[in-house]
C-alpha cells in the first residue's frame, strides 16, 4: 500500500489484490472517520459550530468523489461475483 498526498486529500492505494469488501471499508473509513467525531462533537457541543466541518466528509461518499467510486465498484463486483481484485 501507497500513501499518495495532494492538496487537502491523502489517500491509501492498495498494491496486489483487494476483495470488494475491503474496498468498501477502505473507501468507508477515511469519510467516516471525519464524520464520527463531528457527531460526537454536534451532540456534545453544538455551539461550538466546528461539527458542520467534520460531518461535511460525508459527501466524499458521493461517486462523483473517489470514495463514492471505490464503493460503487466494489459493489458492482459483489453484484457480479468477482470479489478479488487487482489493484494498479
Do not use: N
Not at 477515511?30 to 458542520?52: D, R, T
Not at 461518499?61 to 453484484?79: E, K, N, S, T, Y
Amino acid at each position: 500500500m501507497s500513501v499518495e498526498a495532494i492538496a487537502f486529500r491523502v489517500s491509501l492505494k492498495p498494491h496486489g489484490e483487494i476483495t470488494a469488501r475491503q474496498a468498501i471499508a477502505v473507501a468507508l473509513a477515511g469519510p467516516l472517520a471525519c464524520v464520527v467525531p463531528g457527531v460526537v462533537l454536534w451532540v456534545a457541543v453544538p455551539q461550538l459550530g466546528l461539527a458542520w466541518w467534520y460531518l461535511a466528509h460525508i459527501v466524499l461518499l458521493l461517486p462523483c468523489f473517489g470514495d463514492g467510486q471505490a464503493v460503487v465498484a466494489a459493489v458492482r463486483r459483489l453484484r457480479a461475483g468477482h470479489t478479488p481484485s487487482t489493484a494498479p
